[in-house]
């Protein structure tokens, strides 16, 4: 069959009909889930639950329409520019309508079951700190990740297709050997430190600090960064995060601990860090599959700035600490230099996400060299405590006293989601290529920070991720933005000159 361009405008017009409509449900889902993590009533579960799988059901079968399949056949990508939106948004929807075709529906049901089962196993295991009562539940779940990886296919482990879903083009074969270079530079590191670094004292960190004045210190710090709360908001939970429910509207959670000032001060910096990346999708890609970030490691990348290049530097303290101070008179008597070493204070701890900029990488290599055994069979889920502990002791040179804060910390594999623990890490190591690039290209950024003004900063990250929404694949991203292909080596570099310096070692 010929098409006329005529013909093939009229295609595309339907074609993103179709799409646009998906992905107004997809938003209405995140809504659901948004006020389901918020304000609903805990009496609602089951009906939400069941919200929610309607919606996730219409998704699934409007990814299955024949007219879509239609659309795309009448549609030659060919036809248009390599580099064009139009040719970006065909490449997305084959690639999400085959995933939903790779899937058989039958299974797609149990698995979902079978997840929502194991968070609810799980938590109770966590409370009792109990990892026999999770044990048979997590044989299932690793049964199923592995089918749910022969059913995507996969040419060297199965492994990859599970983290392709979060990180696409990444690979174990990728993933080894940036973790053992991370591993023989960052386990000298910490021990150097605690053998050899200045004791440094977290106490002013650790005061009592009221809630509604860390809210307000919170506002101002992501506002200046350039959060947009005309088109976002902030809300308590118990487990923060940032959700889109569209690229007018994102909102992110927090927190407070009455006692330490940091989990609320870097999670919302954090959460304000994803939904900036979220909040620059242009206009043209609104109601598309284009819109939003493009994968868990450079949306990671992009909340970890914000946290730790920018939050956690004593450039961006040099201008905030005094309106700190100014808000908590009792920091007064401590000193900038002072304020800056607790908030970066480096110790090997059970719990990841409490971790320091250092350590965090090492309880991340933990689960994936983990999750990795248990995929391959080569551990028995059953073995699972006394190889996490074995790792613990080798790796951060401690060991759990219980599963709780053991190897049942951690929800993720309560919901089978293997694979995806390693984006957190790309996230740490992209996070810095691109922060040398924007430096690079303004080389007076750190000046500007200290001076409180983070628009060059920001406009950078713009121009160079936000705006591309999900039209690249995460490594052409990063390629076009910094020039470079991933590599651990700049953010190596940053943790040493940072802590050597910090620890006088
Ligand atoms: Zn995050």
Redesign the pocket.
């Given at each position: 069959m010929t098409t006329t361009p005529t013909d093939r405008q009229d295609t595309l017009a339907k074609l993103k009909k179709h799409l646009a409509t998906t992905s107004d449900l997809e938003q209405i889902g995140a809504l659901l889930n948004w006020d389901q993590n918020t304000y609903m009533p805990a009496g609602a579960a089951t009906a939400r639950g069941q919200q929610m799988a309607t919606l996730g059901r219409l998704v699934h079968e409007r990814r299955l329409e024949p007219s879509l399949t239609d659309y795309l056949d009448e549609l030659d990508a060919r036809s248009f520019d390599e580099d064009s939106d139009d040719a970006a948004l065909l490449r997305v929807t084959r690639r999400d309508v085959a995933m939903a075709r790779k899937i058989p529906s039958d299974f797609l049901e149990e698995f979902t079951r079978l997840q929502s089962e194991g968070q609810h196993v799980w938590a109770k295991a966590r409370a009792d700190a109990d990892f026999s009562q999770f044990a048979p539940t997590l044989k299932k779940l690793v049964d199923y990740a592995r089918r749910q990886a022969d059913y995507l296919g996969y040419d060297d482990h199965p492994y990859d297709a599970l983290h392709d879903l979060y990180e696409r083009g990444s690979s174990v074969a990728k993933l080894r050997p940036m973790f053992a270079r991370l591993r023989e530079v960052s386990v000298p590191l910490v021990r150097d430190i605690v053998e050899k670094g200045r004791d440094i004292d977290v106490a002013p960190v650790q005061q009592s600090f009221d809630e509604s004045k860390q809210e307000q210190f919170g506002v101002e710090a992501v506002s200046a960064f350039g959060y947009d709360f005309t088109r976002g908001r902030i809300d308590r939970t118990v487990h923060p995060f940032a959700t889109d429910i569209s690229q007018y509207d994102v909102r992110i959670t927090t927190r407070y601990q009455p006692n330490f000032l940091n989990p609320a001060l870097f999670g919302t910096m954090?959460?304000a860090g994803?939904a900036m990346y979220e909040q620059g999708s242009p206009d043209r890609f609104y109601r598309t599959p284009l819109a939003g970030g493009v994968s868990l490691g450079i949306?990671?990348s992009q909340?970890?700035l914000w946290e730790n290049l920018v939050g956690r530097s004593r450039a961006y303290w040099q201008h905030a600490y005094p309106r700190l101070q100014e808000v908590f008179p009792q920091l007064e008597a401590t000193s900038l230099d002072d304020f800056y070493a607790a908030i970066n204070k480096v110790e090997p701890s059970f719990i990841r996400v409490e971790a320091d900029e250092i350590t965090y990488n090492l309880h991340v290599m933990v689960r994936f060299e983990l999750e990795l055994a248990m995929l391959e069979g080569s551990l028995d889920v059953d073995d699972l405590p006394d190889a996490w502990n074995a790792k613990y002791e080798e790796y951060l040179g401690v060991t759990p006293p219980d599963d709780a804060i053991g190897c049942l910390q951690d929800i993720h594999w309560s919901f089978g989601a293997l694979g995806y623990f390693p984006t957190?890490t790309l996230?740490n190591v992209i996070s810095v290529q691109l922060f040398d690039a924007a430096k690079a290209a303004h080389p007076s950024l750190e000046d500007d920070i200290a001076a409180g003004n983070f628009t060059p900063l920001f406009t950078w990250l713009r121009e160079n991720v936000h705006q591309h929404g999900k039209k690249y694949d995460p490594d052409v991203l990063l390629k076009k933005a910094t020039g470079r292909d991933l590599d651990p080596q700049p953010y190596l570099d940053y943790l040493d000159r940072k802590f050597r310096s910090l620890y006088g070692i």
């Open positions: 954090h959460e994803h949306h990671e909340s970890r957190y996230g």
